[in-house]
């Protein structure tokens, strides 16, 4: 795909963006889920169900506020920097005008959705009178992007960064889409993922468009480069430390006793996700690899080895 090819999706945006299309969406306080038992394994396990079922709604507000902590990282120090630099043409890549107005839309849209989460954050403690336990200040990606970022000489950074938001934003895509269907959660939280999910089709097309157009015009030599970097963004985005000391923060603050927390730790430590093929996102990134062309160069596949099945 050449960037004079480029398609703007500006008319469907005007139509289906949440921020013109949606009403303000309010919790509900009825006796269903604030965030699905399937995304905090936690309140699952067997100590837990045990020694403390009555802490479960704690639990799950805690993990929705660190949530929409992530979301609002995401969007506003990831996606937005991101997108504002090709939509200001500050990128060194240049784009055409299209990509620019499309890439604004995507910082508009970022921008909105880290509102609508801090809104739901403001709603859930005034509900529920819970306030949140310290939240992380950064996300896996606020570590990953600059490792990337870093082994790449200067004229390949920005392409390095491009590609990183674009593998991120083609992946929690099917994270939130999973919330959307679980009839146990608020109908409220559920509506939120799906209009989160909405404008979220339309950015994983618009950056594997223009990773396309860039792969297209990349050098064999600035090819093999990205590609050695790839893995190690990868092994970063999809470490648990920051979930794992978030987990263990949030035992600290239940009110139970030393042996139920020892063994809810322990617990925490068994839940996760190996990084190699196996790992649920790893579906994801691979077809973006795909989508944007990247697979389709045999040094992205020697380099890929051990994610592809
Ligand atoms: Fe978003
Ligand atoms: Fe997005």
Redesign the pocket.
Known sequence: MNAADYQSFADAWENRATIRTRPRRVLENDDKLIYPLSRQPLVLSETFLRECPGQRDFALVQTLYKFINDVVIF?TEI?DRTARSIAKNRFPLAFPFACRYDAMT?VV??DY?ALVAMDFMQQTIAMTGITPIGLPDEIELSRAIPAAVTLAPQHLRSAVELICVAIA?NTVTGDVAAFAKDDTVKQSIKGLMADHLL??GR?SGFWTRLVRIYWHTASEDDRRCIAHILPVFISHYLTNDIQKSFDLRLIESLPIGDGTRRALKNEVSGLAFPINRHHPLVANIVRFFRSSSLLDSPCVQDALGDYLA
Do not use: L, S
Request: charged fraction near 60%; aromatic fraction near 0%; avoid cysteine.
């Open positions: 969007e996606v995507v849209d970022e959705h934003e404008d979220e950015h």
